[in-house]
């Protein structure tokens, strides 16, 4: 018999991936994955990877020196504000290591000059309107709720990538049999 069970006991960290339930029924969470920048027990934030805005990033900011840059929308905290994680390390000052090859923030006039002396640079870079922040507690309930389940087996280049097509469904898929399975169920469990 296969265990369809939605929870894990892995103990999230900065790096940490988290994927969300199936049946999440969430304006911002509904089949998300949310890579954690920090967590801490003062608390976490990080980003909704799979929630793309129909908006050019150079829409917002005619110096940008990218067309068709996709922005995501990162979470509920904050919306008015443009985040970014990238991989130029430190390339960028200021810049926050999440993970091995992944970066948090840093310098924007020196991203805008990478971005401009290379077009194959925006390859590295993701952009986000807010981003997704709890309490220490908030998240940990949240996680004994089984509302998500935390993963370390997705990297850098994977989190950095615009163009997978349904990324939470591969991420869950990387995760096993069960996994993949309750990948395929259906956003609404009476639709079946």
């Not at 339930?21 to 801490?40: E, G, Q």
């Not at 990218?66 to 000052?93: C, M, R, W």
């Not at 998500?148 to 096993?176: A, H, L, P, S």
């Amino acid at each position: 018999m296969v265990d369809l069970s939605f929870k894990n006991n892995r103990f999230p960290k900065k790096g940490s991936v988290l994927l969300s339930d199936p049946f999440l029924n969430d304006n911002y969470f509904t089949r998300s994955v949310v890579i954690l920048c920090d967590f801490s027990d003062e608390g976490s934030f990080g980003f909704v990877l799979t929630n793309y805005l129909d908006v050019d990033l150079a829409s917002l900011d005619p110096t940008f020196p990218i067309k068709n840059a996709k922005i995501s929308v990162g979470g509920p905290v904050e919306t008015q504000h443009l985040f970014y994680i990238h991989q130029f390390g430190n390339q960028i000052d200021e810049s926050i290591e999440i993970m091995d090859d992944l970066y948090f923030g840093g310098n924007y006039s020196q991203l805008q000059i990478l971005l401009e002396e290379n077009s194959e640079n925006h390859k590295k870079v993701r952009f986000f309107l807010g981003y997704s922040g709890w309490g220490y507690s908030q998240l940990i309930e949240e996680l004994k709720e089984n509302s998500w389940i935390v993963v370390n087996n997705i990297n850098g280049n994977e989190i950095i990538d615009t163009e997978r097509e349904d990324f939470w469904k591969y991420c869950m898929e990387k995760q096993g049999k069960r996994y993949e399975i309750m990948s395929k169920f259906p956003k609404n469990p009476n639709e079946n």
